[in-house]
């Protein structure tokens, strides 16, 4: 059973301060993963992408994965009221014929405080 | 940019009804596949398609058919709509090796 874990919040952090947003996961096979932002009624848009050990920055989002622990993370600096929505975390695994499709997190939501 | 397009932002229709949800996408992706999103269960996969004529079950395909005659668009069909199959339905698309783009959605209600 694949399945990805996420706190759902919310998770309030201070405009100005970096926001820590945590996933795990139980599937080993699971070879890529990803960060999605969702505001409410709209759909997800893709944030970062990571598909080896490391770090991956982009702009003031980071994002971190460990296959060993099965653990992804997202920091975000400098957090802006913009950046409050729900932060939805999704592995991906492949066959023979591609992309088996995304499995998510039930999402954490965000609040930044001005 | 990657274009996916829902053909129904908002869709009511009433149950036993054979419902039809198209996404087209125009960047000629191999990969295509349609979630559906309620509260409390997050996202969910229910079919996905490699490519033409091609199809795969997802998570919960219970209820489902799908249907890509064209790679351009894959079209996910209820059979006989159900009032448990309200919900807000997400197609995506993706080439090889690259992120998944979502459409704006469908928000179905099943009367």
């Known amino acids: 059973q694949k399945e990805v874990e996420q706190n759902s919040g919310p998770l309030s952090v201070p405009e100005g301060a970096i926001a820590s947003l945590n996933c795990t996961y139980s599937d080993r096979g699971s070879q890529s993963f990803f960060w999605y932002r969702q505001y409410s009624g709209k759909s997800p848009e893709l944030i970062m992408s990571i598909y080896s050990n490391g770090d991956k920055e982009d702009g003031r989002f980071t994002a971190q994965l460990n296959k060993a622990s099965q653990y992804v993370s997202l920091l975000i600096r400098d957090s802006q009221p913009s950046d409050s929505a729900t932060y939805l975390c999704?592995?991906?695994?492949?066959?023979?014929?591609?992309?088996?499709?995304?499995?998510f997190g039930k999402g954490t939501h965000l609040i930044i405080q001005p | 940019d990657v274009k996916v397009t829902q053909s129904s932002r908002y869709l009511v229709k009433r149950t036993g009804e054979k419902v039809f949800l198209e996404c087209v996408q125009d960047?000629?992706?191999?990969?295509m596949f349609w979630y559906r999103q309620d509260p409390g269960l997050g996202l969910r996969l229910i079919y996905f398609s490699y490519d033409v004529k091609m199809k795969e079950k997802g998570d919960i395909p219970e209820g489902y058919s799908v249907s890509r005659e064209k790679k351009e668009r894959f079209s996910l069909i209820l059979e006989s709509a159900s009032t448990n199959q309200t919900s807000m339905y997400l197609c995506?698309?993706?080439?090889?090796?690259?992120?998944?783009?979502f459409g704006d959605g469908t928000r179905l209600s099943i009367l």
């Open positions: 995506a698309s993706r080439p090889s090796n690259q992120p998944q783009h």
């Open positions: 999704a592995g991906e695994m492949y066959s023979g014929g591609g992309a088996d499709g995304l499995t």
């Open positions: 960047m000629d992706h191999e990969n």
